[in-house]
């Protein structure tokens, strides 16, 4: 096995393809980990939640990591972790076109909404639902890379 | 589908059957979320790393969470978080029982040791080489399971 760094450019690569990440955010030092469905857009990546400990630990401390996997042939695999931060997207202060663009990459994908909560059948309005829209931005990223020799 | 939660023996079984998790740590408010594969026993994850920035953390901040991820047919799945507390375990205050569990448990996968470092040949001696033996004590741990209807 090799194993290497990836560039900037491989990272945000495999962040556009991926949709998993698991989320990591912390509050009076207590870190919480948890597997999120997210879009990436513009350095940034967009999720939907139900509101609940991990919207309340980002938004008491919106520091946050993360990290995507992906599994290629036999032993090989990519990872990329993330430091980033928090900033939810409340309706009525105009995130529209943030929020179709994750919704559309999102809604292809059967198994998208987050452990613990089943999909809803249509688009959530923050001012009709508990949904809680937010983003990521990315501020460093880096990735590594492991192939058979 | 449908989610439930699961059972404190379910989701034992479950960090039991597994050896990757997603391992987050903090340290002054920042979290940093990393994969690592680990071995389950008597409610402890036991794991080995290069020194670097999660140990740097852990030493810092005992506190981490953990999620523990896999997929069934189709769209089912199961997930455990668990709440815990990280020791470190060097070679010199004998936990010579504990390091010979974890390696036996850990090296009969190809593809165990963590990503970014290279499977070592031989067991890791603390007096010998970098690596550090650690394990994360469980405080608390919870788990969801979808099913399909």
């Given at each position: ?18 949709r998993?990440?698991?989320?990591a955010c912390?509050k ?20 939907f ?13 919106p ?7 992906e ?44 452990p613990?909560?089943?999909k809803?059948?249509?688009?959530p309005?923050?001012?009709?639902s ?17 192939k058979?020799?």
């Amino acid at each position: 096995m090799h194993v290497r760094s990836m560039s900037t450019f491989e990272c945000t690569n495999l962040l556009s393809a991926s949709r998993v990440a698991c989320l990591a955010c912390s509050k009076d030092g207590k870190p919480y980990v948890v597997p999120i469905y997210y879009a990436y857009a513009d350095i940034h990546l967009y999720a939907f939640s139900m509101p609940g400990k991990k919207i309340e630990f980002m938004r008491a401390n919106p520091h946050v990591s993360l990290v995507v996997e992906e599994r290629g042939h036999g032993r090989e695999w990519q990872s990329v972790v993330v430091d980033g931060r928090f900033e939810e997207l409340p309706d009525r202060i105009g995130h529209k076109r943030e929020r179709d663009h994750a919704w559309s990459l999102l809604s292809r994908h059967f198994d998208w909404w987050e452990p613990g909560a089943l999909k809803p059948m249509t688009q959530p309005q923050s001012d009709h639902s508990e949904h809680v829209f937010f983003r990521i931005l990315v501020d460093q990223l880096s990735g590594r890379e492991a192939k058979e020799n």
